[in-house]
């Protein structure tokens, strides 16, 4: 199965904002980059990779004349490597994750769900956990609470476990906009999602949850599009939804 890897460029009227931030194409090219042997026997056993030194994230953001030291935030979906690995090039920005993703740190072997702590826990990294607060808005009922990110309801955070413990989904929203819906992992494919079928890795029934979650948002917020983060399909679809598609 081929997939590609995005992130999300967000420009808001404080700056700009990352959901993710891809692999780092010294995966292929830094033998000890992965710390443990099991992992470093299994990688290209599982995965292929099709890198070069353009997709590492500051140097595709400066393709689209963005500075790197211009994201001022980078939500982090999850913690898997595919998503944290242009973290040491967005030294200035405040990383958030949820407090329940990044308990997995704490837990015994997270490098063997791909969370590799040597990338993740360096010392130029700005983390800060966050906590959904619960709301009574009638549109994210049945989520167990949200985070703004902005306070302006532009960038909603919401908790869609199920690939990972603490995976989250970020909701964008301009008024002449359609609505969008980042879901990182929760599914590869957004058909897959719309059928229930779970493919990829993760907790069947808590995906199969947050799979609901996310049809009844979408049942209630009319033509709101979802974009995953491995999805070929995301990047028409965002293009649509903002009106920028040709
Ligand atoms: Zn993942």
Request: hydrophobic letters at 45%.
């Amino acid at each position: 199965m081929r997939l590609p890897l995005q992130a999300f460029l967000i420009e808001h009227r404080d700056g700009w904002v990352l959901f993710d931030t891809g692999i780092d194409p010294a995966i292929l090219t830094t033998p000890d980059y992965i710390s443990s042997a099991i992992g470093r026997f299994l990688l290209p056993r599982i995965f292929r990779f099709h890198l070069s030194e353009a997709d590492r994230i500051d140097h595709v953001l400066a393709k689209l004349g963005v500075a790197a030291g211009d994201i001022r935030t980078a939500v982090i979906s999850h913690l898997h490597f595919d998503h944290v690995g242009g973290i040491a090039y967005l030294p200035q920005a405040e990383l958030l994750v949820s407090e329940r993703e990044w308990s997995i740190l704490s837990e015994p072997h997270p490098e063997r769900e791909w969370i590799l702590r040597e990338h993740i826990e360096t010392p130029s990294a700005k983390w800060r956990q966050i906590t959904f607060e619960p709301t009574n808005d009638p549109l994210f009922e049945g989520f167990e609470g949200i985070h703004d990110v902005a306070g302006d309801g532009s960038m909603v955070l919401l908790p869609t476990p199920g690939h990972t413990k603490g995976s989250l989904s970020m909701l964008i929203r301009r008024e002449d906009w359609d609505p969008i819906l980042l879901v990182g992992d929760l599914t590869y494919e957004v058909p897959l999602l719309d059928q229930n079928v779970v493919a990829g890795t993760g907790d069947r029934q808590m995906l199969l949850a947050s799979f609901a979650k996310v049809q009844a948002l979408r049942k209630r917020l009319p033509g709101l599009t979802i974009a995953a983060s491995h999805h070929f399909a995301a990047t028409q679809a965002v293009a649509r939804a903002t009106g920028n598609a040709p």
